[in-house]
């Protein structure tokens, strides 16, 4: 069992930057990878970052390539999402997740058994 803590949303204007922070519990977090979805109103979860358990791979999705970076710290049982060049398109519920069957990374959300409530990214033009 994995329980998800996120941190680090809020109101940014267009350009800025913010970090977003998933704090973990449980065993089998440092064993498999983590992701970052978003959900806007209205609209599907969509994936957004994942990186792999020991942190040495990521993936994203097109629409934040070169302007997010995912990263973990298995020590202290942490996921980060670095967020720039922000743009009101990126307003969404950001989710971290963890899967309990994928090691490597995936943007497959079948694959994440584990989601945190969710902290709210709002970009203003």
């Known amino acids: 069992q994995v329980q998800l803590v996120e941190a680090g949303g809020g109101l940014v204007q267009a350009g800025g930057s913010l970090r977003l922070s998933c704090a973990a519990s449980g065993r089998t977090f440092t064993s498999f990878a983590v992701g970052w979805f978003r959900q806007a109103p209205g609209k599907e979860r969509d994936f957004v970052a994942s990186?792999?358990?020991?942190?040495?791979?990521?993936t994203y999705a097109d629409s934040v390539k070169g302007r997010f970076t995912i990263s973990r710290d298995n020590a202290r049982k942490m996921v980060y999402l670095q967020m720039d060049s922000l743009k009101p398109e990126d307003t969404a519920v950001f989710y971290c997740?963890?899967?309990?069957?994928?090691?490597?990374?995936?943007?497959?959300?079948?694959?994440?058994?584990?989601w945190g409530q969710g902290t709210q990214v709002t970009v203003s033009s």
């Open positions: 990186i792999n358990w020991f942190g040495g791979v990521t």
């Open positions: 997740a963890v899967s309990s069957t994928a090691a490597q990374a995936t943007a497959d959300i079948d694959e994440y058994h584990y």
